[in-house]
């Protein structure tokens, strides 16, 4: 016996009428017929008296009614029940996160995640895209949100924008008088390396050997300190376009050759996803990050 079936029932008692009880459930009558004659195989005789112009229940209809009534009723608290619980259980995502990648774009996903799941907990680890996606290989978390040039093998990955690289200048530098910097304009400028960022390889992946000569001054995996050291005037860096920087700190393209990064949606082949996952995956899917990021 199944839920429909019993459904198709209890319309067709109340009505009297296979084609008005076809209607309040929103099937055609061809197919409620069938599931109350299939309803009658497993009771073992006829629900309904079928009479031209007149439908009335037998003394088996009459018996069976008012218990597949409470069974339905049953069935229906007991989904009431199970979405009430799954509501107030809190659920959790441990999101592995590339420390370069800002929150642009990723927070309106998340926002969109949260509607969708009431009481879901996000918990964020950053580190290097190296270092998160060793956290993925070794279960600590359940997905990243990373940005590297190759991935190794058992890693599903779900592209979500691309992202150029940029130079963060300091107020009234020379090259901000330009509307794009190419990589030679920046030989023999004072350089602050962002040691976090897999921008070197990147532009190895894209471009090979790397064509000039820096004037490395400072390097730090801090961003607040490569930041004030910009906006002191110590020296340019090369960071993605959507980082986010201090206001004093502009930006110019770095082109002759630009440089991006992908990132993407990384999930563990073979690995089951819990449903807040899934969730997640559907939704980056139909994001528009042109809109958000771009």
Known sequence: ??????????????????????????VTQPAL????????????????DRRP????LTELGRTLW??????????REARSDAKSLLATKKRRIRLGLTCTIGPTGLITLIEELNAKI???????????AKAVAQMLVEDEVDALVACLPSYPDGFNKLPLYREMFVVALPPGHALLSRDEVKVQDLEG??????????????????HGEWP???????ASEREDWIQAMIVAGLGCAIVPKHHPLLPQ??????????????????????????????????????????????
């Open 66 to 75: 008012p218990r597949l009534e409470s069974a339905l009723n049953e069935v």
């Open 249 to 294: 700190i502009q930006t110019r393209p770095l082109v002759n050759p630009t440089t991006h990064r992908d990132v993407s949606l990384i999930t563990a082949d073979g690995r089951a996803n819990s449903a807040p996952i899934e969730e997640l995956k559907e939704i980056a899917r139909s994001f528009k990050w042109n809109q958000a990021v771009l």
């Open 118 to 128: 009431p009481n879901l907990e996000i918990a964020i680890r950053e580190g290097t």
């Open 53 to 56: 112009g007149k439908i009335e």
């Open 189 to 206: 400028e004072n350089y602050i390396d962002r040691l976090h960022c897999e921008f070197d390889e990147h532009f190895a992946a894209q």
């Open 1 to 26: 016996m199944e839920i429909h079936q019993i459904r198709y029932f209890l319309a067709v008692a109340r009505e009297k009428h296979f084609s008005r009880a076809a209607a309040a459930c929103n």
């Open 212 to 218: 000039i000569e820096l004037n490395l001054r400072f």
């Open 33 to 48: 017929t069938r599931a109350i004659q299939k309803l009658e195989e497993e009771m073992g005789g006829l629900l309904f």
